[in-house]
């Protein structure tokens, strides 16, 4: 008996036909894996499988003069899936803000709240302490926040908890590591994928100073949030990370297409119905170090206190440049995430398995900050909010199709 190959498209038929169909927001449908697909045999995504849609405006201040929008991070989101967190100037917290149609302007619901006792992170050091992620867990908000310059590596902890913003307990330890690897973006793991993972949520952190004390690239590790404020130290497993002493990605001054020294992380999602684990945030295309200049003739000139002009018309600042900028995607498959679990893979071994481009963000500009990017789950939505600017972009995941 001959066997006959089975044409492609009725292939992806008898899949669309065993899997569950679900209506999200706006009507559309989505189809998502059958219950008997295993979670090893789940799709990748790749760049064509994230939609732009536009965007929608951030408020600039609430009623009592916050500002938001300034130097502010996109957090989380909030438990009714329909609002997110956004932090504020100056305040040590966040705001909860409403999630508008596309071309619409959020409005806030709850007004800036600080976390208390940010500064007990470290009490000695004088310089600032901020969020780095909100998850909203059974009932609880569970926060991650981080000294911005730890050059000591005093800081010891990086977790609170708590009903509200305003009255979550901590900080708490999350981990054995530098809490500069876990003090940042939080998301959950879909439920097909917890037991693999072992455990709900992830929590990481990249590329911050002093960077020897975080990792040099994308970097989460898996917890359990219940854990936070019960026990003395919540357990964590560290799964993608790239610490001082396993740079795999490549050294700090020596720019590649995984990283570099202007490399800045804004958040991470994981979609259900796929084994795809998404970085979102910002690569440069060069190195220099030195003071930033608009004139290009002056790139890599000697600078009059002794360093060097480098030409990036985005940024004046003396530092690491590495203009033109990029809003940037590292995509990571789970299933290399479970092998570092269950023990049969280093975290720092692992690699993309691709990365691409934002280009509706960056149009054309170069320039390309970031504060934070948020994963909506309910409508399978990423919203990535740049540098100074009440925009927040909109790109929605697509299911994959059949490969």
């Not at 991070?73 to 966040?94: E, F, I, K, P, T």
């Not at 440069?284 to 930033?292: D, H, I, K, M």
């Not at 948020?374 to 409508?379: E, I, L, P, Q, W």
Request: hydrophobic fraction near 35%.
């Amino acid at each position: 008996m001959v066997s006959m190959p089975v044409p492609r498209r009725l292939v992806l038929a008898a899949a669309l036909s065993a899997a569950t169909l679900s209506v999200v927001p706006g009507g559309a449908l989505l189809a998502q894996a059958p219950a008997s697909v295993a979670p090893s045999a789940l799709p990748l995504l790749s760049g064509t499988d994230l939609r732009y849609l536009g965007t929608f405006r951030l408020p600039d201040e609430d009623s009592r003069k916050i500002t938001l929008h300034y130097g502010g991070h996109a957090l989380g989101m909030a438990a009714d899936g329909q609002s997110m967190y956004y932090g504020c100037v100056y305040s040590g917290g966040a705001a909860r803000v409403s999630i508008p149609e596309i071309g619409g302007r959020a409005e806030i619901l709850e007004p800036c709240r600080g976390v208390p006792n940010l500064k007990a992170l470290d009490d000695s050091d004088p310089n600032p302490k901020v969020l780095g992620g909100i998850l909203a867990w059974n009932g609880r908000l569970i926060v991650s926040g981080y000294a911005t310059y730890d050059a000591g590596h005093n800081v010891t902890k990086s977790h609170w908890a708590g009903e509200t913003l305003g009255t979550a307990e901590g900080p708490y330890t999350v981990g054995g590591e530098e809490p500069g690897l876990v003090a940042g973006y939080m998301t959950l793991v879909p439920e097909e994928w917890r037991a693999l993972f072992g455990g709900p949520a992830l929590t990481g952190q990249c590329c911050i100073s002093i960077i020897s004390r975080s990792s040099y690239g994308p970097s989460v590790s898996v917890f359990d949030p219940d854990e936070i404020g019960v026990k003395r130290k919540a357990s964590a497993k560290m799964l993608v990370g790239y610490p001082d002493d396993h740079q795999t990605l490549g050294p700090y001054d020596r720019p590649n297409r995984y990283f570099s020294s202007v490399v800045q992380m804004g958040g991470i999602a994981f979609p259900s119905g796929t084994r795809s684990v998404l970085f979102i945030g910002r690569h440069g295309t060069g190195y220099c170090y030195g003071e930033g200049t608009k004139d290009p003739a002056l790139h890599y000139t000697p600078h009059p206190q002794g360093t060097w002009w480098c030409y990036d018309p985005t940024n004046g600042d003396k530092g690491p440049h590495g203009y033109p900028y990029r809003h940037f995607v590292w995509a990571y498959d789970a299933n290399d995430l479970v092998l570092v679990k269950q023990g049969r893979k280093a975290p720092w071994s692992l690699t993309p398995y691709a990365t691409w481009s934002l280009h509706e963000m960056s149009a054309g500009t170069g320039n390309a900050w970031i504060n934070g990017a948020v994963y909506d789950a309910t409508r399978r939505r990423i919203y990535v909010v740049p540098t100074n600017d009440p925009i927040v972009h909109v790109y929605e995941v697509k299911t994959p199709s059949v490969r």
